[in-house]
């Protein structure tokens, strides 16, 4: 057999190799499903069996995968050599050992008694959860089925005792691994709703506990196997996670139509299994603790809401919901009784309102309304009780446009969650601005629908304004709330994109934003939903920074709404107005340089904080008194604030022209260019008062701002303003060019300089 093996230079055989004696040697057959899947255990039994000679008081026991007949393409070996204390076992063992090795086969092994066996199970639920999946591949049945026979009511015996154990280093997995369903490339095993958590399921009925091996369950189980069989075959070697590049190739072994559509079926499947977990967890809990009990020694029941009392820590029916007709509102109640209370809805009161409770009329009767705006208020209690209701299929009974929105992912990396929960997370943070705005079941429903338009062609702020209405039409809204809905739709991102992306001391921005919003009603709600939308995406979609810009976005049009004057531009650092050239301060995160006028002082500016590994935030340029002035935000690039001692040196000398700087500002500059898709120019007529718009769409670079300053300057540009708004791994960087709209041919040109640049 050796002698078929292809080595490395480290003598052991390579994952190709692997491929080739698995099927040739070993003759484990590829494919996917179910099928494929009970063939290759087959073969490893076939070839097992000629390993190990007939003794009585030896078995050689399958674990894993093997042991449940679900072996991948390239999964491991899981045995355990059984023994009842015959002697020569290691020579045995070696005997069995080896061949595998020799094979190509990873293997993990263990040689051991009943009673170590059992001994080690004690002590490691890990090892406990094993023995459950043990079956004998050859060797002494008798054996074999003691070990299985006394594994499996020791688990009974102590399941209940050990869970909590095992859910802190469940958790502790979960938080290494994050969540399968909302992961871009996530691990198929050990991340949240994996593999390795329908393991703890089967664990968890084994022990009689609750029946957590639902057929929901098990056919999202089956899919997320076809999915690894599909990834193994797709790389050709062992691997769980799903990365973005083989993701098309899985998708088409699956017979799915691309990347998206299987992203979007791991992610029902792993919300599925996560669901039917925290299931599972609970009951054991109630088990090992018990509830308040009555005198008969029955669970209390305590009423929560109409038609609503809780029942051994669940909510459930009251009977009198049961017995009657119910009314189409019910779910909705029943769901608003789960956040506001923090309690979970029983299996079986799902179950029933997705069955029996009726359909909502169009529009929806107050009642509803008033459940729901009860539910998306709820703060903390509304992501769990909407999911649960979402495995059930009641909200696509509320809400039909959700079954566009489930699971759909997003594949900008700032995004932490498919769009379904980020418009969930949305309310929930929304929930807790409802004090600050005068409308707070508004803000609510705003924060819900605000994203309904992705995943349709065009832009998705746009698009998703009827669709808003629509929905906010069934619920029942009248028509001026219908329509305050789709204003708050169509411009979510216009407080961000302004705040970030334009000169705030400019009256015309302040001007265009106060036309556009119309009053400070809408003003406050879209303010609420900017923070709410930002908290919901992940941590790098907010800042500091960002927060201060729409805040002073908001007041400024908050006093061109309340007095109908504009405010007047801030007025420039005196400091900067006295004392010998050059003048250089840096406090905090502001930088600002005075010199005598000259072209090019910003470019050169920004490329000395780029040398310092700063990123520029925003940049002003002016003239005052013949004195040029920069006023620049900034923030480490990489975590680590700058020497302020050699940061103000370099920025003298390169102020003052010092050639040298020059040279080093330019060599690294040049060594920092980013990647990524084509950059584009988008020019912007009337956004400013005295000057034109020239917005940069790139990927992100170290020195990106110096470049494009540079040619800016050399093509005869002055730039009176830049502001710098970084998305991920692409920015948008927006320079406002003195003078008026420019010809053809000057756009061309400018357009080309910067281009060139990037």
Wanted: hydrophobic share 45%; net charge neutral; glycine share 8%.
């Amino acid at each position: 057999m050796t002698s078929l093996i292809k080595k490395d230079a480290s003598g052991h055989a390579g994952d190709g190799d692997a491929n080739l004696l698995i099927n040739e040697v070993v003759g484990v057959p590829g494919g996917i499903g179910e099928a494929a899947r009970r063939a290759r255990a087959a073969a490893y039994d076939e070839f097992l069996r000629g390993l190990l000679p007939a003794r009585d008081g030896v078995a050689l026991m399958a674990v894993g995968g093997l042991g449940r007949r679900q072996c991948a393409p390239y999964g491991d070996l899981d045995l355990v050599l059984l023994h009842a204390g015959v002697p020569g076992t290691d020579e045995l063992a070696a005997s069995v050992w080896y061949p595998i090795w020799d094979a190509g086969l990873r293997l993990d092994h263990s040689v051991r008694t009943v009673s170590e066996a059992l001994s080690v199970a004690q002590d490691d639920v890990k090892v406990a959860l094993g023995l459950l999946d043990a079956r004998l591949v050859v060797g002494d049945q008798a054996l074999a089925d003691a070990l299985i026979r006394t594994a499996a009511d020791h688990w009974r015996r102590t399941a209940v005792r050990q869970l909590p154990g095992l859910r802190e280093v469940t958790v502790a997995r979960w938080q290494a691994h994050g969540e399968l369903a909302f992961l871009l490339e996530g691990d198929l095993k050990e991340a949240a709703g994996g593999l390795r958590d329908v393991g703890l399921l089967r664990a968890i009925s084994a022990a009689g506990i609750t029946d957590a091996l639902r057929p929901a369950v098990r056919a999202a189980h089956l899919r997320l196997l076809d999915t690894r069989d599909a990834l193994h075959q797709q790389v050709g070697r062992r691997v769980d996670r799903l990365v973005a590049q083989e993701r098309a190739g899985v998708a088409a072994l699956l017979g799915l139509e691309d990347g998206d559509a299987l992203l979007r079926r791991v992610a029902g499947d792993a919300r599925t299994v996560s669901h039917a977990l925290d299931d599972a967890f609970r009951a054991a809990d109630r088990l090992r603790s018990g509830r308040s009990r009555g005198g008969n020694g029955a669970p209390v029941r305590r009423p929560v809401a109409r038609d609503v009392v809780e029942h051994d820590g669940e909510l459930v029916l009251a009977r009198t919901a049961i017995g009657a007709r119910p009314d189409p509102s019910l779910s909705l109640r029943v769901a608003a009784a789960a956040a506001t209370t923090r309690l979970p809805i029983a299996r079986a009161t799902c179950e029933w309102l997705a069955a029996y409770c009726p359909p909502l009329p169009a529009p929806w009767p107050a009642e509803a309304r008033a459940a729901l705006t009860t539910l998306l208020g709820a703060g903390p209690g509304l992501v769990p009780a909407w999911e649960t209701c979402d495995r059930y299929g009641l909200v696509d009974g509320w809400l039909p446009e959700w079954t566009r929105l489930r699971s759909l992912p997003q594949h900008n990396p700032v995004h932490r969650y498919t769009l379904d929960r980020h418009l969930v997370q949305a309310a929930h943070e929304a929930s807790r601005h409802a004090r600050e705005v005068d409308r707070p079941d508004l803000l609510l429903l705003g924060a819900l629908l605000h994203d309904i338009g992705k995943g349709l062609p065009g832009d998705h702020s746009t698009v998703g304004v009827p669709l808003a209405e629509t929905v906010a039409t069934r619920v029942g809204l009248p028509a001026p709330e219908v329509e305050l809905i789709g204003t708050l739709v169509r411009l979510h991102l216009l407080l961000p994109d302004v705040a970030t992306r334009r000169d705030l001391a400019d009256p015309v921005t302040i001007a265009s934003v106060a036309e556009a919003v119309g009053d400070t009603g809408t003003l406050d709600l879209l303010h609420a939903l900017v923070r709410a939308d930002a908290a919901a995406t992940g941590p790098a979609a907010w800042s500091d920074w960002k927060g201060r810009l729409v805040a002073e976005l908001v007041a400024r049009v908050r006093t061109a709404l309340d007095t109908g004057v504009l405010p007047e531009p801030p007025a420039p650092d005196p400091a900067l107005l006295d004392g010998p050239l050059p003048v250089v301060h840096l406090t905090g995160d502001r930088v600002a340089v005075a010199a005598a006028d000259r072209r090019g002082l910003l470019a050169t500016v920004a490329g000395c904080l780029a040398l310092h590994r700063l990123e520029v935030l925003s940049a002003d340029a002016s003239v005052v008194d013949g004195r040029a002035l920069v006023e620049c935000r900034v923030q480490p690039r990489y975590g680590l604030p700058a020497d302020p001692v050699p940061l103000r040196a370099d920025l003298r000398r390169a102020v003052a022209g010092d050639v040298s700087v020059t040279q080093r500002l330019r060599g690294r500059a040049l060594a920092a260019r980013g990647s990524g898709a084509a950059p584009r120019v988008v020019w912007h007529r009337e956004a400013a008062t005295d000057a034109v718009l020239l917005e940069l769409r790139a990927a992100d670079a170290a020195g990106l701002l110096y470049r494009v300053a540079c040619a800016l300057d050399e093509a005869g540009a002055l730039v009176r303003a830049a502001r710098i708004s970084t998305l991920g791994a692409d920015v948008v960087d927006a320079f406002y060019l003195v003078g008026g709209w420019p010809d053809d041919a000057t756009r061309a040109r400018l357009e080309a300089a910067v281009l060139a640049a990037v």
